[in-house]
């Protein structure tokens, strides 16, 4: 089965010889203060971002929990469809959780999150960007619009980057009470380290940190991190292996647009929805594709892909064909 609902890279981006280097680097009998530093020295360099500005922990999930916890006392409110977890983790919490619905094809009315949040006045507003499940990536005036909300509300805007490298720079919302998270699970292929990164300045950046662990991250799984972040152009070539899966992704799933939905990609899934996106689902699953099925009401009719090796591209292909001949295309 070519596993295509876990978003996640289809190859690994970690060397054998790394592990030499890691070994020679890791002190065990040690605390980790020199990784963590070394590691947010290399990840801000890469990303021109101010050292003192980021922090690490373990995963995005989890950077995701603390500005719930820091900052989310009065309310969370997201999108739906949007990551799961923000769900997940204000229930656990027992945060009062709001909702805004998206439109029948999956767009947003800002003005009507702006209503919402002028309405239910959350401290914290939560989306992702480029957007889970969709695969887009919002204006930068809809950004702005919540940012601006928010702040009235003095409270806070958070953005969810995990996908941020297979997307398109972007003007972000600028203030303290502005924070990104971000990943190195996805185009960088760490998913197995858990190291997610907070983005914030100011007083914000001191209330979503104080609640870090003194150690966050282990000595190995940092110094695995840094020595691959270290080999530029491998890392260069690693990621752009993956934008060339998601780009095949698109133009195999566009066969099929005059059947169904087929959103365009700044992530590393492509999303489908429409009557007939279940039946090409199950059709490729029966025949060794798995992709995302959704039991929530409003993603029923929809199935998400997430990229898979070049090399299995020619048989998704072939049988995307298939399945397209037998459709009926309306005109």
């Known amino acids: 089965m070519v596993i295509m609902n876990r978003n996640t890279s289809p190859i690994s981006p970690i060397k054998k010889e790394y592990m030499d280097e890691v070994y020679n680097r890791t002190v065990f009998q040690d605390y980790p203060d020199v990784e963590l530093g070394q590691l947010k020295d290399i990840y801000a360099k890469d990303n021109n971002l101010n050292v003192d500005e980021i922090e690490l922990a373990s995963g995005a999930d989890e950077w995701i929990q603390k500005t719930f916890i820091t900052l989310g006392q009065k309310g969370i409110m997201t ?33 009507k999150i702006v209503k919402a949040i002028y309405k239910k006045k959350p401290s914290l507003f939560i989306l992702s960007n480029p957007h889970n499940p ?16 928010m702040e009235a509300m003095h409270g806070y805007f958070v953005i969810d980057e995990a ?51 003194p150690y966050p991250l282990d000595h190995v799984g940092m110094n695995l991190a840094s020595v691959f972040l270290e080999d530029k ?6 990621a752009n292996y993956q934008i060339e899966a998601r780009d095949m992704l698109v133009d195999a799933f566009k066969q099929v647009n005059q059947v169904m939905s087929v959103n365009d990609s700044y992530t590393n899934f492509v999303f489908t929805y429409g009557d007939r996106a279940l039946s090409l689902g199950r059709y490729l699953e029966e025949n060794g594709f798995s992709g ?25 292909n072939e049988l995307i064909e298939e399945w397209l001949k037998n459709q009926t295309i309306k005109k």
């Open 79 to 111: 999108i739906t469809p949007d990551f799961f977890m923000y769900k997940e983790y204000a229930e656990q919490l027992q945060l009062p959780f709001y909702e805004v619905e998206s439109e029948a094809d999956y767009s947003f009315d800002f003005d």
């Open 233 to 238: 152009a491998w890392v260069k070539e690693y």
């Open 163 to 213: 996908y941020i490298e297979f997307g398109k720079e972007y003007a972000r919302p600028d203030g303290e009470h502005v924070l990104i998270i971000r990943t190195l699970s996805k185009i960088y292929g760490l998913a197995g380290l858990r190291i997610g990164i907070i983005i914030a300045k100011g007083e914000t950046y001191d209330k979503v940190t104080r609640i870090n662990h």
């Open 292 to 316: 995302r099925f959704y039991e929530e009401d409003n993603l029923k009719e929809t199935v998400r892909y997430s990229i898979i090796k070049h090399e299995d591209y020619p048989r998704l």
């Open 134 to 149: 969709t695969g887009l990536m919002f204006k930068e005036d809809e950004l702005q619009a919540i940012a601006d909300a």
